[in-house]
């Protein structure tokens, strides 16, 4: 990729193939997926009127997972208080609402991204970015990202990219009006030269101001994936038994009947038809309660065998406990348990997995945070600040403790002198402004004293 237009062409098809596993791993999380494991036979015969049962366990698994990831504060340097200087950067761009649905997105899609850039007031504005707007180009051999589009549909109905590069940025907007998803329409080749550039400017940074936030990346997959990626088949599984199981329960609330011997053997098509008007005009109506009389004294009725849920049931938990297992989630949060939880420590321990996965994202996700505010830095100061090399990004506890026990603990090793109390106040999961209010009032109160 030579020139800024090949860049683009390059980054336009990366998103369009994104947006399809974006868009499937979309349905999961809202529970809209298609009914599968079904009989293609079964499936022409319905054409369409078989309402799907998605128990969604996708939304579950990530909106846990989530809720144990949020963002605290910054320290300049590691183990220091948090910068009061960064945290108001953080807070101005009201990142404490973007930052949750950036860590949704980059759960449900593998990836989210945030723009750093110049505010009307020229001061620093932070955004988080969707993935099925965004994408990004990384270095092969530095892994560092050389180029970055933002592509989105404006009201004017017409596509607008923007191309963002070390030196560069470019506008570029559509030739013409589209009335679909413009990532679906024609070919990649066909759409990527369907654009004209707008402007180019030059990018006082020096750097791509997009930084990723990727889901489980991996040496050789960068771009990370979905969460849900394990769990799609077993949801489909889920999803295929519990249809099962309320079709099933249609005929287990009103059984099937049979009726045998209702017309001689010797009868006309004419008396054949009057028995059959009678059958459909009454037997087919009738209640469980009501007596069917039939003219021959060897006509018989019969039921069929109502069928069985409990093999539904025990099937749809087997698999609910392989998510469980697979998405780190405590038993009882699939109530898969036949009575609670013993003790609070019992908790805790079916929790521990679920806690450690959300620790090890918030040590993947750190280093992205810590690029971004050096960024917000850089357009505030108008250059690099180096002393924010060994920025450390601080988070809430992802774990979850009575206020009693955390008190005690932190009481205990705070009075034997093993921590200060700032450690102490920060491990009972107070703001980085809660604990210096308390530490100036607890210095005046002494002082007072």
């Not at 220091?80 to 997105?105: I, K, P």
């Not at 404006?154 to 907007?173: K, M, Q, R, V």
């Not at 200060?420 to 005046?444: F, G």
């Amino acid at each position: 990729m030579k020139t800024n237009n090949e860049k683009r062409q390059f980054l336009t098809t990366k998103l369009m193939r994104q947006k399809v596993a974006a868009t499937k791993a979309d349905a999961y999380y809202s529970g809209t997926q298609g009914l599968q494991f079904l009989d293609p036979d079964v499936a022409r015969m319905m054409n369409g009127r078989l309402a799907t049962l998605n128990i969604n366990f996708a939304r579950l698994a990530v909106d846990t997972l989530e809720s144990r990831i949020q963002v605290s504060g910054f320290a300049s340097t590691p183990g220091g208080a948090s910068d009061a200087g960064l945290w108001e950067l953080w807070q101005a761009s009201n990142m404490d609402e973007q930052s949750q649905q950036a860590h949704l997105d980059a759960l449900i899609y593998g990836r989210a991204f945030y723009l750093a850039w110049v505010g009307s007031d020229g001061s620093p504005m932070l955004s988080a970015e969707s993935p099925l707007q965004c994408a990004v180009h990384r270095d092969p051999i530095t892994r560092q990202t050389t180029a970055a589009l933002k592509q989105y549909r404006d009201d004017d109905g017409f596509t607008h990219a923007l191309l963002f590069t070390p030196n560069e940025i470019s506008e570029y907007i559509s030739t013409s009006e589209l009335t679909t998803d413009p990532l679906f329409v024609g070919r990649p080749a066909t759409f990527g030269d369907a654009f004209n550039l707008v402007s180019t400017s030059e990018n006082p940074l020096g750097v791509v101001p997009m930084v990723s936030l990727v889901n489980r990346p991996r040496l050789q997959v960068p771009d990370g994936e979905s969460e849900l990626t394990d769990l799609m088949p077993l949801l489909d599984g889920i999803s295929k038994l519990a249809t099962d199981l309320m079709v099933s329960s249609e005929y287990s609330a009103s059984p099937r009947r049979y009726v045998t011997g209702i017309a001689p053997t010797d009868a006309t098509q004419a008396q054949m038809d009057e028995i059959a008007e009678t059958i459909k005009a009454r037997w087919e109506k009738a209640h469980a309660s009501k007596f069917l009389i039939a003219p021959s004294s060897e006509t018989r009725f019969g039921q069929f065998e109502t069928p069985s849920l409990q093999n539904y049931i025990g099937a749809i938990e087997m698999l609910s406990a392989q998510v469980a297992a697979i998405a780190s989630l405590p038993p009882q949060y699939l109530s898969l348990l036949n009575s609670n939880p013993t003790s609070a420590d019992a908790i805790r321990s079916s929790e521990s997995r679920l806690t450690a996965k959300a620790k090890r994202r918030q040590q993947i996700w750190s280093g992205a945070y810590e690029e971004l505010m050096r960024l917000a830095v850089l357009i505030r100061d108008g250059q690099a600040d180096t002393r924010l090399q060994d920025m450390e990004t601080l988070w809430v506890s992802a774990e979850t403790t009575t206020i009693a026990q955390s008190a005690d603990a932190e009481t205990k090793l705070y009075a034997a002198g093993v921590i200060d109390q700032r450690t102490a106040l920060t491990a009972l999961d107070y703001s980085p402004q809660e604990i210096d209010r308390i530490i100036q009032a607890t210095q005046v109160n002494g002082a007072i004293a």
